[in-house]
């Protein structure tokens, strides 16, 4: 196992402090969010609790970037 | 494997006829298409398909770098069976599709979670998946900077105890796998026989415990993270 930093260690081990949604949750909302985001709308507002488990969930976070730069591409 | 082809393959599945209100044009046209009969049917999901495969290659080119070994066809096999499975849950979902966002995104995530999902899987194939219930060993010194280490004693030592009184074995291992060792919570949740919504709950629950415990110690998360800076 590599050397790591402990805040990193830390962090992953604690998750996101607030409330946060599951993993089924993010997906249902997760074109809805992704198009508020790019709209420059308040997404966190209008989905509470998204935000923090992508900060938790690195799997959802992952296709958080993928669908926001495939959208955002298309839109360019 | 072609929409048209994948059109017979699920042509058990019901087509109902409501649409959502507010639907932008195009979401509208894909719906109807999608729920018409025959030619009109069997084009649209053609159409949907390639859309399909369009993400997904996407996706793999984005994390390609995380299969090195992988030569370029087995990446877009990778993506085309993707496509496939991404098209059979849209259109067993098609009726939970309510107009939140245009349809074009609401199908893309389906891809792109088809692909992510295959691609964690392949990179960690005949990888060893640790699965520690003794945290003890899993959070000792090797896992972070030697200088660290001892100027975070107390904390590293409140994160220890905590982990060994107030999880339970199994939390304890899926804590480690996830948020220690990296296995990606897809990989976890196959060998461990469960869902990723149902992993993420046992994380979630593990979490709280923890913070739980170290504020009972006089150990807050924000102070813990001052002192770590």
């Known amino acids: 196992m590599e050397p790591r930093d402990l805040n990193d260690v830390v962090g992953r081990l604690l998750g996101p402090a607030g409330p946060e949604v599951g993993c089924d949750v993010c997906f249902a909302e997760l074109d809805r969010y992704v198009e508020l985001e790019l709209a420059g709308e308040d997404a966190d507002a209008a989905i509470p609790g998204l935000r923090a488990h992508l900060d938790g969930c690195p799997a959802c976070r992952e296709e958080h970037e993928s669908l926001y730069a495939l959208v955002a591409g298309e839109s360019a | ?229």
């Open chain 2, 1 to 229: 494997m072609t929409g048209a082809t994948l059109a017979g393959d699920v042509s058990t599945i019901p087509a109902k006829p409501a649409l959502p209100l507010d639907l932008d044009e195009e979401s509208r046209t894909w719906l109807r298409s999608l729920r018409d009969e025959g030619a009109v049917r069997d084009a649209a999901i053609t159409r949907l398909h390639a859309l399909l495969l369009r993400a997904a290659r996407f996706e793999v080119t984005r994390r390609r770098a995380t299969l090195p070994h992988l030569r370029g066809d087995d990446l877009d096999d990778l993506a085309q069976q993707a496509a496939d499975d991404a098209l059979v849950s849209v259109l067993r979902r098609l009726d939970d599709f309510r107009g939140a966002s245009r349809f074009t995104t609401w199908v893309y995530k389906f891809a792109l979670l088809e692909a992510a999902v295959k691609l964690r899987k392949r990179a960690w194939q005949g990888r060893e998946i640790p699965l520690e219930d003794d945290a003890w060993n899993a959070f000792s010194d090797t896992t972070m900077e030697p200088v660290a280490l001892a100027e975070q004693s107390e904390l590293v030592e409140t994160l220890r105890q905590g982990m060994e009184t107030v999880l339970t074995a199994h939390q304890r291992r899926v804590l480690v796998a996830l948020a220690i060792d990296g296995v990606p919570i897809d990989v976890l949740a196959d060998q461990l026989d469960t869902s990723r919504g149902a992993l993420y709950k046992t994380l979630h629950d593990a979490r709280r415990k923890l913070r739980a415990s170290l504020e009972a110690s006089g150990l807050t998360p924000n102070a813990m993270s001052e002192e770590s800076d």
